[in-house]
C-alpha cells in the first residue's frame, strides 16, 4: 500500500516563497498521476495542480496559474509543489494525491500546513 508524506509547510509573509514535497513509499511510484490539493477552514478541497507519470504535462488552478509549478522525480519517488509570490489566501493545509488520470485521485497523504501573512 502507497504512503504519502508531505513536507516543507510554514509561516512566511506575502510574497514569500516555499517548496512543497511529497515522498511516496512503493515501487509503483512512476505508475501514478499525481497532485496536489488544498483545503482551507470552511472551504472545499481544490485541486491546485496535477502532473503527468512521466511530468511531461502540467495542470494548474487558474488561481495559482504562474505562481506555482509541480514537478516530479520518479528516482526519488518525490514529487514537489514550488510556491512563488505566496499571497494570504492560499493560506491552506496542502495534500499531495496519486491517481490514475489527470483529474481522478484516489489517495491522499495527511497534510501540511501553510499559513502566509499579510
Known amino acids: 500500500q502507497v504512503q504519502l508524506v508531505e513536507s516543507g509547510g510554514g509561516l512566511v509573509q506575502a510574497g514569500d516563497s516555499l517548496r512543497l514535497a511529497c515522498a511516496a513509499s512503493?515501487?509503483?511510484?512512476?505508475?501514478?498521476?499525481l497532485g496536489w490539493f488544498r483545503q482551507a477552514p470552511g472551504k472545499e478541497r481544490e485541486r491546485v495542480a496535477a502532473?503527468?507519470?512521466?511530468?511531461?504535462?502540467?495542470t494548474y488552478a487558474d488561481s495559482v496559474k504562474g505562481r506555482f509549478t509541480v514537478s516530479r522525480d520518479n528516482a526519488k519517488n518525490t514529487v514537489y509543489l514550488q510556491m512563488n509570490s505566496l499571497k494570504p489566501e492560499d493560506t491552506a493545509v496542502y495534500y499531495c494525491?496519486?491517481?490514475?488520470?489527470?483529474?481522478?485521485?484516489?489517495?491522499w497523504g495527511q497534510g501540511t500546513q501553510v499559513t502566509v501573512s499579510s
Open positions: 494525491a496519486k491517481g490514475s488520470s489527470m483529474t481522478s485521485f484516489d489517495y
Open positions: 512503493g515501487r509503483t511510484f512512476s505508475a501514478y498521476y
Open positions: 502532473i503527468s507519470r512521466g511530468g511531461g504535462r502540467t
